[in-house]
């Protein structure tokens, strides 16, 4: 079946500027979680969603960092007045659940700040 | 929380050598271990994992082995050809931190021709 998507792959906006991420979680999956990935670091946890509530979000750096996932499949990832350190490869994973959690990932959005 | 230590950073061999990756955890309490491989411009793919009720598991040319005692797993790939090239992160689940994976930071494999 088809794997994790992630829409756009790329993303330019400028410093003060809001933009918004999505995933496309394999189907079934219930348990879904974003990741922030800077260069040369490994993926860094963000926010973690099981079904449709935000279980864990202690990985969000700041306030200006949201995310929703209103019918507990697609999720988007939302950041307000963009700053140039904001920059990274946000990437999404999905797991069957949190128990049997083998994560997909899917290919990333790349943001860049200017 | 849990902490995740990688070596080598950066590994080069020949072709049809073996490769092996080692990792550390800090957290007692992970029992889960993926690991990962990354190729440029894509996103993470799971190739192997291992829960702590297993010493080792294998997978053709790719194993792990894990030590609960000494708090440290590793990956073994055998036969390495080119297209094994790419960045391979370890990653432990830490329970104390409500199960979120902790990355290490990544080793760069290249398998010369």
């Known amino acids: 079946g088809a794997g994790v998507s992630q829409t756009p792959s790329n993303k330019v906006t400028e410093k003060g500027k809001y933009v918004e991420l999505r995933c496309d979680p394999i189907?079934?999956?219930?348990?879904l979680y974003w990741y922030r990935q800077s260069l040369g670091q490994g993926p860094e946890f963000l926010i973690y969603?099981?079904?449709?509530?935000?279980?864990?979000d202690s990985g969000l750096p700041n306030d200006r960092f949201f995310a929703v996932r209103p019918e507990g499949s697609v999720s988007t990832l939302k950041i307000q007045r963009t700053e140039r350190g904001d920059s990274a490869v946000y990437l999404c994973?999905?797991?069957?659940?949190?128990?049997?959690?083998?994560?997909?990932f899917g290919p990333g959005t790349r943001l860049t700040v200017l | 929380g849990e902490n995740v230590e990688q070596h080598p950073s950066t590994l080069s061999v020949q072709e049809g050598d073996s490769a092996v990756i080692k990792c550390t955890y800090s957290?007692?309490?992970?029992?889960?271990f993926p690991w990962y491989k990354q190729e440029l411009g894509k996103g993470p793919q799971l190739i192997i994992d291992?829960?702590?009720?297993?010493g080792e598991k294998k997978d053709q040319r790719i194993a792990v082995t894990l030590n609960k005692t000494a708090k440290h797993f590793s990956l073994h790939i055998t036969e390495t050809q080119p297209e094994d090239s790419a960045v391979y992160f370890c990653?432990?689940?830490?329970?104390?931190?409500?199960?979120?994976?902790?990355f290490g930071k990544g080793t760069k494999l290249s398998v010369k021709p």
């Open positions: 994973a999905s797991s069957f659940d949190r128990v049997r959690n083998e994560q997909f």
């Open positions: 189907s079934g999956h219930t348990a």
């Open positions: 969603f099981q079904g449709t509530g935000a279980a864990d």
């Open positions: 957290d007692s309490a992970s029992n889960y």
């Open positions: 291992i829960r702590s009720n297993v």
């Open positions: 990653a432990a689940q830490d329970w104390g931190s409500q199960g979120n994976l902790i």
